[in-house]
């Protein structure tokens, strides 16, 4: 793999700061022990936290053990203590389901804290030190591994300082600034159109930015923000307020025994005439007994504002809802399960999603096993797990054996058809869980298949320019000015940039912060991924009775006759 192919893994700032993270640079960091072949690439993780493999009280166990043996002979003054939301976790799903003891075993993943040993000051010791002690006296297969920071499907921007511009927020943008730095917030990026009028909102007023680095934080790098400019993200618009005509589609969707459940872990859902008040539409913040950890920082999907005093919204406020908007749209009788995991930031700490997912396979497991159909959080039989998240691993071999991947595979030999975003970073490098994804052909054997989804342009003919590739990719949806819904009650500080009455009638440009008419434009294989995922819940929504056998081989054998009427498949 190339350097131009390790991309930086993207993330605002505001999220190394929620989750005590950090950026791994291989090239600067502590290197490995000589004799071990890990070939290091940049990736996102926690400072103080590792992840095991296996619960608390099984595998988890005997590997803690090794590795406080293997960090106190080489001399590291760190502790190292089991996460009790991973105690409580165990408890919660072994009481509820102790047949499931062994699955858990297999695909859980215990949090380790790392603090310096002693009672006194005492200099930090880094995760990233603490794994390379593990793998030089354990092996390259330790049983521990970094804990991830998740993003959104994997935004390419590396943190850059977030900068106050001192001539106010928007004023700039009209008037070259008069020296290096005093840009305002978007102008200084954007290329000119090539015709006087054929620009887009922020295109037409923008100038370039005097010198390479000088520009604002968003403007040159992030994969949403970038509507001007050079690179593969060049023309795609941010995430801007938009007007979609007609009624929710669910109010002609045909009736069902058992509709469809799409499960959505993101930012969560917020309120929006389509979902509040829908029966069909379930926010679960416990799932099977266990407690989803409270992403930090304010609530995306209610007020959605950063955690800084400028009152900007969050870079992915309203992520969820848009995601589940396109489930709507494509597949309008489905029912939703919202799983809120993301921060205001699209991010999270690995070990709290791969929880999440653990409870909601075994609540699927205990409705298979009871027959049930309710949309009920506790005991729910899931048709299609929709991730619009990701994250990069350090190791720049494709990884063949990782929890993630045995969690994922637990689902499908339950019937569940999981669907991932390819990621937004036009790289080659694998992006997971999409990267564990089986191609474009119909793969061999009863096992189905994980779906890794790339973005296609509005046109449908040809593939975005930021979308990630690989031999994992499934197939490509659009993903480009994607129209979805946005949760009403999101408004922040960005005002319009014109505003005034005439002829006794309030008139403005738009107010890229104001989200309350519902529905915007957005892109990103965060949105190409639900619209495969809507699509082959709309060919599972069936209206006679065998849509009730939510029995693991029936929701297998209905999932593969979707996969290939979607996608052209046959046996």
């Not at 350097?3 to 600067?28: F, I, N, T």
């Given at each position: 793999?190339?350097?131009?192919?390790?991309?930086?893994?993207?993330?605002?700032?505001w999220?190394?700061?929620?989750?005590?993270?950090?950026v791994?640079?291989?090239?600067a960091?502590?290197?490995?022990?000589?004799?071990?072949?890990l070939?290091?690439?940049?990736?996102?993780?926690?400072?103080?936290?590792?992840?095991?493999?296996?619960?608390?009280?099984?595998?988890?166990?005997?590997?803690?053990?090794?590795?406080?043996?293997?960090?106190?002979?080489?001399?590291l003054?760190?502790?190292l203590?089991v996460?009790?939301?991973?105690?409580?976790?165990?408890?919660?799903?072994?009481?509820?389901?102790p047949?499931?003891?062994?699955?858990?075993?297999?695909?859980?993943?215990?949090?380790?804290?790392v603090?310096?040993?002693?009672?006194?000051?005492?200099?930090?010791?880094?995760?990233?030190?603490?794994?390379?002690?593990?793998?030089?006296?354990?092996?390259?297969?330790?049983?521990?591994?970094?804990?991830?920071?998740?993003?959104?499907?994997?935004?390419?921007?590396?943190?850059?300082?977030?900068?106050?511009?001192?001539?106010?927020?928007?004023?700039s943008?009209?008037?070259?600034?008069t020296?290096?730095?005093t840009?305002g917030?978007?102008?200084?990026?954007?290329?000119?159109?090539?015709?006087?009028?054929?620009?887009?909102?922020?295109?037409?007023?923008?100038?370039?930015?005097?010198?390479?680095?000088?520009?604002?934080?968003?403007?040159?790098?992030?994969?949403?923000?970038?509507?001007?400019?050079?690179g593969?993200?060049?023309?795609?618009?941010?995430?801007?307020?938009?007007?979609?005509?007609?009624?929710?589609?669910?109010?002609?969707?045909?009736?069902?025994?058992?509709?469809?459940?799409?499960?959505?872990?993101?930012?969560g859902?917020g309120?929006?005439?389509?979902?509040?008040?829908?029966?069909?539409?379930?926010?679960?913040r416990?799932?099977?007994?266990?407690?989803?950890?409270?992403?930090?920082g304010?609530?995306?999907?209610?007020?959605?504002?950063?955690?800084?005093?400028?009152?900007?919204?969050?870079?992915?406020?309203g992520?969820?809802?848009?995601?589940?908007?396109?489930?709507?749209?494509?597949?309008?009788?489905?029912?939703?399960?919202?799983?809120?995991?993301?921060?205001?930031?699209?991010?999270?700490?690995?070990?709290?999603?791969?929880?999440?997912?653990?409870?909601?396979?075994?609540?699927?497991?205990?409705?298979?096993d009871?027959?049930?159909?309710?949309?009920?959080?506790?005991?729910?039989a899931?048709?299609?797990?929709?991730?619009?998240?990701?994250f990069y691993?350090?190791?720049?071999t494709?990884?063949?054996?990782?929890?993630?991947?045995?969690?994922?595979?637990?689902?499908?030999?339950?019937?569940?058809?999981?669907?991932?975003?390819?990621?937004?970073?036009?790289?080659?490098?694998?992006?997971?869980?999409?990267?564990?994804?089986?191609?474009?052909?119909?793969?061999?054997?009863?096992?189905?298949?994980?779906?890794?989804?790339?973005?296609?342009n509005?046109?449908?003919?040809?593939?975005?320019?930021?979308s990630?590739?690989?031999?994992?990719?499934?197939?490509?949806?659009?993903?480009?000015?994607?129209?979805?819904?946005?949760?009403?009650?999101?408004?922040a500080?960005?005002?319009a940039?014109?505003?005034?009455?005439?002829?006794?009638?309030?008139?403005?440009?738009?107010?890229?912060?104001?989200?309350?008419?519902?529905?915007?434009?957005?892109?990103?294989?965060?949105?190409?991924?639900?619209?495969?995922?809507?699509a082959?819940?709309?060919?599972?929504h069936?209206?006679?009775?065998?849509?009730?056998d939510?029995?693991?081989?029936?929701?297998?054998?209905?999932?593969?006759?979707?996969?290939?009427?979607?996608?052209?498949?046959?046996?």
């Amino acid at each position: 793999m190339t350097e131009d192919e390790q991309p930086v893994p993207g993330v605002h700032p505001w999220a190394l700061r929620l989750h005590d993270a950090r950026v791994l640079d291989p090239a600067a960091d502590v290197q490995p022990a000589a004799g071990d072949r890990l070939v290091a690439a940049p990736t996102l993780y926690r400072r103080s936290t590792l992840l095991v493999s296996g619960l608390p009280g099984g595998r988890a166990a005997a590997t803690l053990h090794r590795l406080r043996e293997a960090v106190e002979k080489a001399g590291l003054a760190v502790r190292l203590e089991v996460d009790p939301t991973d105690v409580e976790a165990e408890r919660a799903l072994t009481e509820r389901a102790p047949e499931l003891s062994e699955v858990l075993d297999l695909v859980y993943q215990t949090r380790l804290i790392v603090s310096p040993a002693g009672d006194g000051p005492a200099a930090p010791v880094d995760a990233w030190t603490v794994l390379l002690t593990a793998r030089a006296s354990l092996g390259a297969k330790p049983g521990v591994d970094l804990e991830h920071l998740v993003v959104a499907t994997g935004t390419s921007t590396g943190p850059t300082p977030l900068k106050v511009e001192p001539q106010g927020y928007w004023e700039s943008h009209r008037v070259p600034p008069t020296s290096p730095g005093t840009e305002g917030y978007w102008e200084s990026h954007a290329l000119p159109a090539p015709t006087p009028g054929t620009e887009g909102y922020w295109e037409s007023h923008a100038v370039p930015a005097p010198t390479p680095g000088t520009e604002g934080y968003w403007e040159s790098h992030g994969y949403w923000e970038s509507h001007g400019g050079q690179g593969p993200t060049a023309r795609v618009g941010a995430r801007t307020p938009a007007h979609r005509p007609g009624p929710d589609p669910a109010q002609t969707a045909p009736a069902s025994p058992r509709p469809p459940v799409v499960v959505v872990p993101d930012t969560g859902l917020g309120s929006h005439p389509w979902f509040t008040g829908d029966p069909d539409v379930v926010v679960a913040r416990e799932v099977a007994g266990v407690q989803l950890a409270t992403p930090p920082g304010p609530d995306p999907e209610d007020d959605g504002v950063g955690p800084d005093l400028l009152g900007r919204l969050g870079p992915q406020s309203g992520h969820g809802t848009f995601v589940a908007g396109v489930v709507r749209q494509t597949a309008p009788g489905a029912r939703l399960l919202a799983l809120p995991v993301l921060d205001v930031t699209g991010s999270a700490a690995e070990g709290d999603v791969h929880r999440a997912l653990v409870a909601l396979l075994v609540g699927h497991c205990l409705a298979q096993d009871a027959g049930s159909t309710a949309l009920d959080p506790g005991a729910c039989a899931v048709d299609l797990l929709s991730l619009s998240l990701g994250f990069y691993h350090q190791d720049t071999t494709l990884l063949t054996d990782h929890p993630v991947r045995d969690l994922l595979t637990a689902f499908a030999e339950r019937g569940v058809l999981v669907v991932t975003a390819a990621g937004n970073d036009a790289t080659r490098r694998p992006l997971y869980p999409a990267a564990w994804g089986s191609g474009p052909d119909r793969p061999q054997g009863g096992m189905l298949p994980l779906l890794a989804v790339g973005a296609l342009n509005p046109s449908g003919r040809t593939v975005a320019a930021f979308s990630n590739s690989g031999p994992w990719i499934t197939c490509h949806r659009p993903g480009v000015h994607v129209v979805s819904t946005l949760p009403t009650g999101l408004q922040a500080s960005a005002g319009a940039d014109l505003g005034l009455d005439v002829d006794g009638h309030p008139r403005s440009s738009v107010d890229p912060d104001d989200l309350r008419g519902g529905f915007g434009v957005w892109s990103g294989t965060s949105f190409a991924a639900p619209a495969l995922a809507g699509a082959l819940a709309a060919r599972l929504h069936r209206e006679d009775d065998e849509a009730v056998d939510v029995s693991p081989a029936a929701m297998a054998g209905r999932a593969w006759r979707a996969l290939d009427a979607e996608l052209g498949w046959s046996e």
